[in-house]
Nanobody, 124 residues
Framework: QVQLVESGGGLVQAGGSLRLSCSASGRTFSSYGMGWFRQAPGKEREFVGA????????YYTDSVKGRFSISRDNAKNTVYLQMNSLKPEDTAVYYC?????????????????WGQGTQVTVSS
């Protein structure tokens, strides 16, 4: 079983920043696309962004464009989500996911492996 472990969540004030990490074990992910999703209480899981693991393309949902950025360090089997200018509506559990196609996707059904999530809480 491939394991994805998120870290870096916490409580921050509006306008602050957090950097989430997703570390993979069990396999290498050099050819996997990686995505970030989030889920707030009572709401459906929402796409945040994605990155092609072996490429250089990134994709973001409109609500985070210009504030969030995804990067990767293949040598460490780790992807990052840098979150700036955080807003209270960003409060959610954030999940990373990996898909074998390698291209990244904004659909949760495309992903094969999921982490357990890390809580991000933004106060006003």
């Amino acid at each position: 079983q491939v394991q994805l472990v998120e870290s870096g969540g916490g409580l921050v004030q509006a306008g602050g920043s957090l950097r989430l990490s997703c570390s993979a074990s069990g396999r290498t992910f050099s050819s996997y696309g990686m995505g970030w999703f989030r889920q707030a209480p009572g709401k459906e899981r929402e796409f945040v962004g994605a990155i092609t693991w072996s490429g250089s393309n990134t994709y973001y949902t409109d609500s985070v464009k210009g504030r969030f950025s995804i990067s990767r360090d293949n040598a460490k089997n780790t992807v990052y989500l840098q979150m700036n200018s955080l807003k209270p509506e960003d409060t959610a559990v954030y999940y990373c996911a990996a898909e074998r196609g390698g291209s990244g996707s904004d659909y949760a059904e495309a992903y094969d492996y999921w982490g357990q999530g890390t809580q991000v809480t933004v106060s006003s």
